[in-house]
């Protein structure tokens, strides 16, 4: 069994002063960098949205961030615009060092879906490659760190042990937004679908 380290999007707009900025968000990296330099394997994933994308509240007349609307897809949370493919917010936040990282995996890519997993975008059957990849390299037990606890990382998470992934996530390396009590409620859906908060 060989244990990869994913960290979910740890950019400039999900870190303070960013569009989309998670409190505390920038204050995980050193930790995260630290483990990196000891995974046997690394995957870094970046929310990378084009210009105008659907998940933008800017998109949708009368909406505001925070708003939910329905969309072909599912419910889907209004956000800020963030993430734009080429932006500094897109970026990685400087402190994160992304040296170790075997691959970068982007998201969130095409206009009119949004992806908070790793593994699916948020119609949750149109795969990113992850799977596979991970697969591939036998790469069966998985450690989950970045932001946000109660978005990506979650989705992420749910996602891998629904396919058979054994999945941790290290809490005190993750930052949450927590809107509406998504913090509570999404770290009782994992532990309730198994995946294992340290
Ligand atoms: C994220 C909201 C929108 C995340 C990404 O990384 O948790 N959240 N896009
Ligand atoms: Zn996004």
């Known amino acids: 069994m060989t244990r990869a380290l994913i960290v979910i999007d740890m950019q400039n707009d999900f870190c303070p002063g960013g569009a989309l900025a998670v409190a505390e968000g920038d204050q995980i990296a050193p930790g995260i960098n ?10 870094v994933t970046q929310d990378w949205h084009p210009a105008g994308h659907s998940s933008f509240a800017s998109q949708h007349p009368g909406r505001a961030p925070f708003d939910s609307v329905d969309m072909p897809y599912g419910r889907q949370v209004l956000w800020p615009d963030h993430c734009v493919q080429g932006s500094s917010g897109a970026a990685f936040h400087t402190d994160l060092d992304t040296t ?4 970068i995996l982007r998201k969130g890519f095409r206009r009119d879906i949004d ?4 593994f699916f975008e ?8 992850l799977e596979g990849y991970l697969r591939s390299r036998d790469l069966t037990a998985l450690d989950l760190v970045g932001l946000a606890t109660d978005f990506c990382v979650a989705w992420s998470a749910l996602d891998a042990v629904r396919l058979g992934f054994e999945v941790r996530v290290l809490s005190e390396l993750c930052r ?15 532990r309730d679908a198994g995946v294992v908060i340290i």
């Open 34 to 43: 630290a483990r990196m330099h000891e995974a046997e394997a690394v995957i």
């Open 100 to 103: 170790r990282a075997d691959l």
């Open 115 to 118: 992806s908070y997993s790793a």
């Open 122 to 129: 948020n119609d949750q059957r149109t795969p990113t490659g």
């Open 176 to 190: 949450g937004i927590d809107l509406d009590g998504s913090m509570a409620a999404q770290m009782q859906a994992m």
